[in-house]
Structures are given as structure tokens and as C-alpha cells.
Nanobody, 129 residues
Framework: VQLQASGGGLVQAGGSLRLSCAAS????????MGWFRQAPGNKRDFVGS????????HYTDSVKGRFTISRDDAKNTVFLQMNSLNVGDTGVYYC???????????????????????WGHGTKVTVSS
């Protein structure tokens, strides 16, 4: 299975973008989908995740209240709606899928790279001041 992320681009601070991540196989049912981003010169960091249909979402503190993750299971696609963008949101955004059989209990679930086994190539987001 492959993941294709799209929707990145150049936007002014305060603007919005909506990223999409589509899985190539409709039968693929990951236990969770996540978004990570890598700012220039920095390591890749967790942004948000959503578990299988009906499950909870998680966000890193810096995007809470501004970013929203949703998923369309019928299309095997996950979305990242990004509002009130600021320069600090600039980076390459990667979507990732956890193994369908992977289950996490406790705190910090689906916020760590090792929990994801399939990664997309990334889509670049640039926020100008």
C-alpha cells in the first residue's frame, strides 16, 4: 500500500490549507492515521492522529484549536484541516498509517513515529509572514 499526500502550498499567515492523504488500497484499514511535519533543519515531529472510525484524535499542543483531522473511510482518505496558520507551521507534512493490527494502550498513543509502518512522501507547506 502507498500513501499519497497532497494539498500543500504557499499561504499567508492567518490563512488555511487542507491536506489530504489517500491510501492506494481500499481494503487497507490502518488502526490509525497520523500527520507529522518536518521544519527546515529540524527533526520530524508529530502533528496529529486519528484512530479507526469513531476513535479519538490527538494533537500536538501547538496546533490544538487550529488543526482538525478527519477521515473518510469509504475513500480511505484522511484530511488535515489547518486554520490560522503561522510561520511556525512551515514544513513538509507527512501522513502515515499504522498497521491494522497495531493497538496502543496508555498515554502518548499514535504520536510516535515507530507506531506507523507506511509513510507518504510528504507535501510542502510554506506560511509567509
Amino acid at each position: 500500500v502507498q500513501l499519497q499526500a497532497s494539498g500543500g502550498g504557499l499561504v499567508q499567515a492567518g490563512g488555511s490549507l487542507r491536506l489530504s492523504c489517500a491510501a492506494s488500497e481500499r481494503t487497507f484499514e490502518p488502526s490509525a492515521m497520523g500527520w507529522f511535519r518536518q521544519a527546515p533543519g529540524n527533526k520530524r515531529d508529530f502533528v496529529g492522529s486519528i484512530t479507526r472510525s469513531g476513535g479519538p484524535t490527538h494533537y500536538t499542543d501547538s496546533v490544538k484549536g487550529r488543526f482538525t483531522i478527519s477521515r473518510d473511510d469509504a475513500k480511505n482518505t484522511v484530511f488535515l484541516q489547518m486554520n490560522s496558520l503561522n510561520v511556525g507551521d512551515t514544513g513538509v507534512y507527512y501522513c502515515a498509517a499504522a498497521n491494522p493490527t497495531y493497538t496502543c494502550l496508555g498515554s502518548g498513543c499514535y504520536q510516535r513515529e515507530f507506531e506507523y509502518e507506511v509513510w507518504g512522501h510528504g507535501t510542502k507547506v510554506t506560511v509567509s509572514s
